[in-house]
């Protein structure tokens, strides 16, 4: 049997196989069939070229086959694919979490275990804290997104897709309300959210871990505030509850710091960590303070495949790139740029319909809405730009509780002038939606 490429495929003709190949709860919707990528460049099998603002959702900082990240997987491929760390370890492991526990935020000593995926490392995060504390609750706020496992998909604050028909979903779970300005949720009452759980559902003693992201990704990047973040570190010290953080989209330098936590000097006591960290190859990582990941019961820790030896030295490649290249800096400089665009462009079609655009670092999004009203989302309006994008050359992908809103997920090494052509495609593509 010939497994070769097929050099004849079209896009038509891959999803007339897909469909036939692959369940329909599959996500598919682009039609795009790649063919190669480099940096924020994607080519199909048609030849056709695409300016990337997805990057993988959030996946590719670095962007496409980094020449460093490639080098890195195949130096290590040649060396050994698989050992298992649990059965023979190997340094490139150990150095991945010497570095994140370095990186991540807060002067208190940590350490970490990798993982495969973004839920394997909330759901060790919340298995952990219900070991450590004796405690079965976990608070989680509206509009979050955790992943989708069971676990993962009870802690996510938005119904569907992610949870329709999956219950009954895993017990001692509650959402509280996340901070959103824009739909006229303050900080103070977020905060009054959670205290009215600790009087009416649950006590405060049997909550083992609060779980939050910092700035939401699917739920529209909304960006805690200081303020709110500084509350929930309080009551978790009061009350003995261990603060999760959720860094799995924002992190990587997506906010500007490796971790937005740093941005408002709080210090959580895990960090979810995933997505970005090796450029593409499924690495997941659970940093916490070094006190509290000791408590955690011998071999109740682990995973056949989690750290593989290939995605670490794509881990530490990732590391290096974001240092040698300042992506940092550059991930502020690329969202001030996207942030400036989009609000000219707000003043060009109106408020009435753009209705708000939000940043935190390189993470900008546009919420689509009816009449100005935030209550009034318009999905339908950003269904049309995102296909209008994409036949213009533009890849991008939607957030929020009805799809509302646009999002940047740009690589972080997209050179100026890229970034403008993109830009400028999104702009062509919101007024030609919004004329109909």
């Known amino acids: 049997m010939d497994h070769g490429k097929n050099e004849f495929a079209t896009n038509e003709s891959l999803k007339a196989r897909r469909d036939e190949a692959c369940p329909v709860g599959l996500p598919s919707k682009s039609g795009i069939y790649a063919a190669r990528a480099q940096g924020a460049e994607l080519w199909d099998v048609d030849g056709k070229r695409y300016i990337d603002f997805i990057g993988g959702i959030g996946v590719l900082n670095v962007g496409h086959s980094h020449p460093k990240v490639v080098e890195a997987i195949k130096r290590q491929s040649e060396n050994f694919i698989h050992t298992a760390f649990g059965i023979a370890q190997y340094e490139s492991y150990v150095e991945v979490c010497e570095i994140l526990n370095r990186v ?30 004796g405690r079965p609750g976990v608070i989680a706020f509206s509009g979050a997104f955790h992943g989708r496992t069971l676990l993962a998909t009870t802690l996510t604050g938005k119904s569907k897709p992610y949870k329709v028909g999956f ?41 083992a871990a609060m779980i939050v992201e910092p700035v939401q990704g699917e739920g529209g990047f909304n960006p805690a505030s200081k303020e709110f973040l500084e509350g929930l570190r309080a009551r978790c010290d009061e009350h003995g509850i261990l603060l999760i953080a959720d860094e799995i989209q924002s992190g990587m330098g997506r906010s500007g710091k490796y971790f937005a936590f740093e941005k408002v000097g709080v210090e959580p006591d895990f960090i979810c960590i995933a997505k970005s960290i090796a450029a593409g190859l499924p690495l997941s990582a659970l940093t916490g303070k070094a006190e509290l990941m000791d408590k955690v019961v011998a071999g109740s ?43 000219e462009l707000q003043i ?74 993109g830009l400028d495609i999104f702009t062509d593509a919101a007024k030609a939606a919004v004329k109909g």
């Open 167 to 207: 219950g009954p979903y895993v017990p001692a779970v509650f959402h509280a309300e996340y901070p959103d300005a824009y739909h006229g949720v303050d900080t103070a009452e977020a905060l009054k959210s959670v205290d009215r759980l600790f009087k009416s559902t649950i006590n405060a003693n049997e909550v």
């Open 104 to 133: 991540t935020p807060g002067d208190t000593p940590k350490k970490t275990a990798l993982f495969n995926s973004g839920a394997e490392a909330v759901e060790n995060s919340v298995k952990f804290a219900r070991q450590i504390t």
């Open 348 to 421: 060009d079609i109106g408020a009435e319909l753009m209705g708000d655009v939000r940043r935190v670092g390189g993470m900008t999004a546009v919420e689509f809405v009816k009449d100005g009203n935030p209550s009034k989302p318009n999905g339908d309006l950003a269904a049309k730009i995102l296909v209008e994008a994409r036949s213009r050359g533009l890849i991008m992908t939607t957030a929020g509780a009805y799809a509302q809103c646009l999002r940047s997920l740009v690589p972080l090494v997209i050179s100026d002038e890229m970034l403008a052509e």
């Open 301 to 343: 820790m682990g995973s056949t495949y989690g750290g593989n030896p290939v995605a670490c030295a794509a881990a530490l490649a990732v590391f290096d790139i974001i240092e040698s290249e300042g992506l940092l800096q550059r991930a502020d400089e690329i969202g001030a740029a996207t942030e400036k665009r989009w609000k």
